[in-house]
């Protein structure tokens, strides 16, 4: 079964700081992977998702990630981190054969401080 | 309306209430799916249809139940809820057969049961 870990529920970052939001997969087969975000009381936004086509990933809002299949890894960084990137973020991962819902990780929730 | 729109936003029931969340999405996919997200608990895919079957119940007690009477509406009717389920009930669509394709989501019905 396909799974995702996402490594520290809480991330906190100065405002300019460089953002890392860890995420690795479990996946027998080559995965489809995704992040989104949330912010307080809404639902989930696509950030980016990787399809196999490139393994840098560019998304919205400045975030980019990197897919590393020796790492199993598909972080999510961000060079400058804003105010407005407070948030709580999303990886997950859709793959294997009639599985259609996306599975997620426990979230990692972003404080930026100023 | 664009995208998927979740009615109501906030909703209270007592134990005893029978009530009814509505999900409509406005974007010609064909399966839709019901997702529960409570405090400090990862997201819980609850149910997934596809063209208008459902396909896939995750252990949901019977005092959920859905109904999916068409591809663009989903609703989740409720009826002697506990204080547990107490969550932030999403609705997610998606086109089905292309695994590269994200799921997106509405705003959330704020379930609070008293």
């Known amino acids: 079964a396909q799974s995702v870990t996402q490594l520290g529920s809480h991330v906190s970052v100065s405002e300019g700081a460089l953002v890392l939001l860890r995420c690795n997969y479990s996946?027998?087969?080559?995965?489809?992977l995704f992040w989104y975000v949330q912010y307080p009381n809404q639902g989930l936004q696509l950030l980016l998702k990787?399809?196999?086509?490139?393994?840098l990933v560019k998304g919205i809002n400045g975030f980019e990630a990197e897919f590393k299949k020796s790492e199993t890894s598909f972080h999510l960084t961000k060079p400058s981190a804003h105010m407005s990137d407070a948030a709580e973020y999303f990886c997950?991962?859709?793959?294997?054969?009639?599985?259609?819902?996306?599975?997620f990780g426990s979230g990692t929730r972003l404080q930026v401080q100023p | 309306e664009t995208g998927v729109t979740q009615t109501p936003r906030h909703l209270v029931m007592g134990m005893t209430n029978k009530k009814s969340l509505k999900c409509e999405q406005h974007?010609?996919?064909?399966?839709m799916y019901w997702y529960k997200q409570s405090a400090k608990k990862p997201l819980e895919l609850m149910f997934v249809?596809?063209?208008?079957?459902?396909?896939e119940n995750n252990s949901v007690p019977s005092r959920f139940s859905p109904e999916c009477p068409n591809s663009s509406h989903l609703f989740l009717h409720l009826h002697t809820l506990q204080p547990e389920d107490s969550a932030l009930y999403l609705c997610?669509?998606?086109?089905?057969?292309?695994?590269?394709?994200?799921?997106?989501f509405g705003q959330g019905t704020r379930l609070t049961v008293v």
């Open positions: 990787y399809t196999s086509a490139a393994t």
């Open positions: 997610a669509s998606s086109q089905d057969g292309q695994a590269n394709t994200e799921a997106f």
């Open positions: 997950a991962v859709r793959g294997g054969t009639g599985r259609r819902a996306l599975t």
């Open positions: 974007l010609g996919h064909n399966a």
């Open positions: 996946s027998s087969v080559p995965p489809y």
């Open positions: 249809y596809s063209l208008e079957e459902r396909v």
